[in-house]
């Protein structure tokens, strides 16, 4: 990428999140994220070119030195701090600003620093995978949640303990207008590493995507949830885009039979690709994290108690979801136990101000960052270095990564239909970025008030169970098949 030839005319609106909006270009498998602001925060918008670059080298050093490390190499990407022409950026926050969702649009893209995050473009599978190959890539993108119950002493009200945050989450969206209906989806399912419960979690992310789920097909986003959340998800149509990579092109099958075949094609593969123990040679049987009792099933959840209770509940040990699971769990204090923390250490900041620095409170994310967190004492001494430790780590598992699934068939000839699929696949985890050390307070208010609401909405009905097929994954499951082979490519 030539800095000083950058034209606005090469880059597309590709998507956004609450802190950052991304720019993909029109040829080559690159992204640029841009930070936002708030329109009335008037303090960081005028942050200088340096506070900026400053601000996103530290996302760059946090992704390589410390989430790289916990998540594993392959997983993460960390790019590349970037200074941009400053008519570049003014361009190019005009071009896409059409393109922007409403519900979006209380914050402007920063136009003033002309600092941005480079990165490969992780929607698209790296073009050596791509040779040769006649259907663009398809990617999945999720953002799987917080994927356990807390089993922290400190946790003040039983009900933590029995449902997960998501699904607590989501009374309160609803209330909120954020969402005009709950999601049926659970992470707990989603992380439990059965089969069924996985598939389930997968049809519920389909049926109700919200900011949850995402598929782009050669890198232009297909399904999604839009800003008409009134209007319910075309699967009919999702299944159109999708049936070129599961149906032969002669299939006789059509209509909603189609879309059912291909929709469970698509969560099979996408399982599989959860699912899959990188490190392991497929000959070996791969090592199984067990996942700890009690802690695994959301009360929440619409599934079968049978099934909640009485299945398989491991997770192939290198697979994504381990790995980011394992890192979600290094938080055993939960916020309720942290925010006691947060104010130890704000007092000691408070007594001795030039601590911050030798503690890291704002970086730098070096390896002595990462130490202080690997570090931590098992239990309180009472130290302020126990506290920073603790605070740091809760920073380190924040639960609103992405996960993005790119896959892509192998086989040429869809005319013949073999008994085991192939795909090439990659997986990466995206939005990785320090949480502010002063959100804590935030958080734990949040936490709060999403129990509160929870348990005000439910507790005096019980919530029924509507659909028979829901409650019954024999009826959804497709046949049973032996699992797609899929050719691991690194982005
Ligand atoms: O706190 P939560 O659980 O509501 O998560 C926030 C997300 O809301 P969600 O629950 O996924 O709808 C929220 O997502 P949306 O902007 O609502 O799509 C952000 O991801 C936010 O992250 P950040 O503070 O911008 O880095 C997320 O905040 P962090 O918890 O990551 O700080
Ligand atoms: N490297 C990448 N390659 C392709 N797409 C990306 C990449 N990074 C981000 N995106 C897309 O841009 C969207 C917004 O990015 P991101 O999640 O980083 O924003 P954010 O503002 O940090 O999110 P949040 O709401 O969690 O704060 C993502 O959902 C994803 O679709």
Redo the contacts with the bound molecule.
């Keep these: 990428m030539e800095l000083d030839k950058m034209d606005e005319n090469d880059w597309k609106y590709?998507?956004?999140?609450?802190?950052?909006?991304?720019v993909?270009h029109v040829q080559h498998a690159r992204?640029l994220?841009l930070l936002?602001y708030s329109t009335e925060d008037d303090e960081n918008s005028h942050k200088t070119t340096e506070q900026a670059f400053r601000h996103i080298q530290n996302i760059v050093d946090y992704s390589k030195n410390v989430m790289k490390p916990l998540l594993g190499e392959k997983f993460v990407?960390n790019?590349e701090a970037v200074k941009l022409p400053i008519d570049f950026v003014r361009q190019l926050s005009l071009k896409v600003q059409r393109e922007r969702p409403e519900s979006r649009c209380d914050k402007v893209m920063d136009t003033f620093s002309g600092c941005a995050l480079c990165?490969?473009?992780?929607?698209q599978l790296s073009s050596c995978c791509c040779f040769g190959q006649h259907r663009p890539p398809l990617c999945i993108?999720i953002?799987p949640k917080c994927g356990f119950l807390p089993s922290s002493r400190h946790v003040t009200k039983e009900i933590k303990s029995k449902v997960c945050r998501f699904c607590m989450h989501q009374h309160f969206k609803l209330a909120s207008g954020k969402w005009k209906r709950l999601s049926r989806y659970c992470p707990l399912d989603l992380f439990s590493g059965n089969k069924q419960r996985m598939y389930l979690a997968i049809k519920h992310l389909i049926e109700e995507p919200q900011?949850n789920f995402?598929i782009?097909k050669g890198g232009e986003?297909i399904y999604s949830c839009k800003d008409d959340a009134d209007v319910l998800q075309d699967l009919d149509e999702l299944a159109q885009h999708l049936r070129p990579y599961f149906l032969p092109s002669g299939s006789l099958i059509n209509g909603h039979q189609a879309s059912k075949v291909v929709l469970n094609e698509l969560i099979q593969v996408l399982m599989s690709a959860l699912l899959s123990s990188w490190d392991c040679p497929r000959t070996v049987e791969p090592r199984k994290t067990h996942l700890p009792e009690g802690r695994v099933t959301c009360e929440a959840s619409i599934l079968h108690r049978d099934l909640l209770w009485n299945g398989n509940h491991c997770l192939p040990k290198d697979c994504v979801l381990a790995k980011i699971l394992g890192t979600q769990m290094h938080d055993n204090l939960d916020i309720e136990g942290l925010n006691p923390l947060f104010r130890r250490v704000e007092q000691h900041l408070q007594d001795f101000p030039k601590e911050r620095s030798r503690l890291q409170i704002d970086g730098p994310y070096d390896e002595s960052f990462l130490e202080k967190v690997q570090n931590c004492p098992a239990e309180d001494d009472g130290s302020i270095e126990y506290a920073v430790g603790k605070v740091s780590c809760l920073r380190t598992t924040w639960f609103?990564w992405?996960l993005?699934v790119v896959f892509n068939r192998l086989d040429q000839n869809l005319e013949i239909q073999p008994a085991k699929p192939r795909f090439s696949y990659s997986v990466?985890i995206?939005?990785l970025?320090p949480k502010p050390y002063d959100s804590i307070p935030h958080q734990s208010r949040l936490d709060a008030k999403i129990l509160n609401y929870y348990l005000r909405s439910t507790q005096p009905n019980h919530q029924e169970v509507d659909n028979l097929e829901l409650t019954n994954p024999g009826l959804f499951l497709g046949r049973d098949r032996e699992d797609c082979t899929l050719v691991f490519h690194p982005v």
């Design positions: 590709h998507g956004e999140g609450n802190k950052s909006l991304v993909s992204v994220r936002k990407h790019g990165l490969p473009n992780l929607t993108e953002k900011n995402k782009f986003c609103s992405t993005c990466s995206l939005d970025d």
